[in-house]
């Protein structure tokens, strides 16, 4: 069965400076690779997807996120943090030519300071 | 276009109780999954609807089960609720199939509280 880490439950960066979540996933297979973002009584929202081909990926709202097969990873980054990027952002990984019964990582809770 | 809408939006119930929720998902979708987010965690895949079956089920009991209408719409119920039922519920629909590289439309989900 697939499953997702994401080790770092809280993160705080100043407006401005650059931000990266990590994210490491295990799967046999080519996995499929998702990352949401979830504001305060909102839903998720996707931010971007990997299924296959360039291994650098570009989402909504300025995000981007790389695939790394040697090191199971699909860390996601923005190089200037706007105080509104401030929610949680969830990792999620998928079985290849299936169905959508995607597993989500527990979470990564973003802090933004002035 | 409305997205995904969900009722009710908080909900509290006793144990042992049963409870409903409902999803109607974006027009134009065909398939309806629900997922369970306690707090602090990530959602869990409980099962997916499509043609008005359940598709896929995650490792969830049989307490918990659901229904697809013909106008996609679909109802999680939840029997003899316990206490770590409480959770916000999110439905989230897609188009075509719900293969996994379609994009999952979520919810506002309902927060329900179980004493």
């Known amino acids: 069965a697939q499953s997702v880490t994401q080790p770092d439950i809280h993160i705080t960066v100043s407006e401005g400076a650059s931000l990266e979540l990590r994210c490491n996933y295990s799967?046999?297979?080519?996995?499929?690779l998702f990352w949401y973002v979830q504001s305060p009584g909102q839903g998720l929202q996707l931010l971007l997807k990997y299924f296959s081909g360039d291994t650098l990926v570009q989402g909504i709202k300025g995000f981007e996120a790389e695939f790394k097969r040697s090191q199971s990873s699909f860390n996601l980054r923005k190089p200037s943090v706007h105080w509104s990027d401030a929610a949680e952002y969830f990792c999620a990984v998928g079985i290849s030519g299936g169905y959508q019964k995607v597993t989500f990582g527990t979470g990564t809770k973003l802090q933004v300071i002035p | 276009d409305a997205g995904v809408t969900q009722s009710p939006t908080h909900l509290i119930k006793t144990r042992g109780q049963q409870v409903t929720l409902r999803c109607s998902p974006k027009s134009g979708h065909d398939t309806v999954s629900w997922y369970q987010q306690a707090l602090g965690q990530g959602p869990q895949f409980i099962f997916q609807y499509y043609e008005e079956e359940e598709r896929q089920r995650g490792n969830f009991p049989d307490r918990f089960s659901g229904h697809q209408f013909p106008n996609y719409s679909s109802e999680l119920n939840v029997n003899a609720l316990l206490l770590g039922d409480s959770a916000l519920y999110l439905c989230?629909?897609?188009?075509?199939?719900?293969?996994?590289?379609?994009?999952?439309?979520f919810g506002p989900g309902t927060r329900l509280l179980v004493l």
């Open positions: 989230a629909s897609s188009p075509r199939r719900g293969m996994v590289q379609e994009t999952q439309y």
């Open positions: 799967y046999g297979a080519t996995p499929y």
